[in-house]
């Protein structure tokens, strides 16, 4: 199976700052990648697929990028309602695999 | 509108088969590339692929659970069911069924969930 890392596993931020996620891939994946945001006792909502494409409805201060084994997510000016559990996914090849997931708090 | 949720038993006893249905609205899935995938995430965990059915009757599974799972359709009805026997302990956890985005491998529309607990 191909693991997921992503850090940090919590990050503090204020609203405002720009925020970077990290997702690692213990293979290449290309660009097989997709990012999901959680809150507490909802489903996930995905926000980029393909590495850096922009899903319908999500803000434009989210983005993707990266290929092979590293990539990150990126909030440019964080909001209120950006404060919640980010999870990668790689689905390159089977078994499709999350990250652990990035909480972000309010600092 | 796209919509899905999950229903089934909200506890099972450690090894009972466990019975969910999502039922759907909004797509066929006898339209070419609709597929429906199950996830769970226990509490407090991470996210773990199941299963997934495709419009063509393919179905794929986690290998590590793949003698424990079982998804099906009844496209009539709307519904994918999912089957999971000899439940432990830690299989307890919120159970989703989400919809791939066409074209692209990534969970595009979810249910809800359903949390499942297994304690006798």
């Known amino acids: 199976d191909i693991q997921m890392t992503q850090s940090p596993s919590t990050l503090s931020a204020s609203v405002g700052d720009r925020v970077t996620i990290t997702c690692r891939a213990s293979?290449?994946?290309?660009?097989?990648l997709a990012w999901y945001q959680q809150k507490p006792g909802k489903a996930p909502k995905l926000l980029i697929y393909?590495?850096?494409s922009l899903e319908s409805g999500v803000p434009s201060g989210f983005s993707g990028s990266g290929s092979g084994t590293e990539f990150t997510l990126t909030i440019s000016s964080l909001q209120p309602d950006d404060f919640a559990t980010y999870y990668c996914?790689?689905?390159?090849?089977?078994?499709?695999?999350f990250g652990q997931g990035t909480k972000v708090e309010i600092k | 509108q796209v919509t899905l949720k999950e229903s089934g038993p909200a506890l099972v006893k450690p090894t009972q088969t466990l019975t969910l249905t999502c039922t759907f609205s909004g797509f066929s899935l006898s339209t070419f590339a609709m597929r429906v995938n199950w996830i769970r995430q226990p509490p407090g965990k991470a996210l773990e692929w199941l299963a997934r059915?495709?419009?063509?009757?393919?179905?794929f599974y986690r290998a590590s659970l793949k003698t424990r799972l079982t998804i099906s359709k009844d496209t009539s009805k709307n519904q994918v069911v999912l089957t999971m026997t000899n439940m432990d302990p830690v299989d307890t956890a919120t159970y989703y069924c989400?919809?791939?985005?066409?074209?692209?491998?990534?969970?595009?529309?979810w249910g809800q969930g359903t949390m499942v607990t297994v304690s006798s």
């Open positions: 059915i495709d419009w063509d009757d393919d179905k």
């Open positions: 996914q790689q689905y390159n090849s089977f078994p499709w695999t």
């Open positions: 989400a919809l791939l985005k066409r074209g692209v491998d990534a969970f595009h529309v």
């Open positions: 393909d590495a850096s």
């Open positions: 293979q290449s994946i290309s660009r097989w």
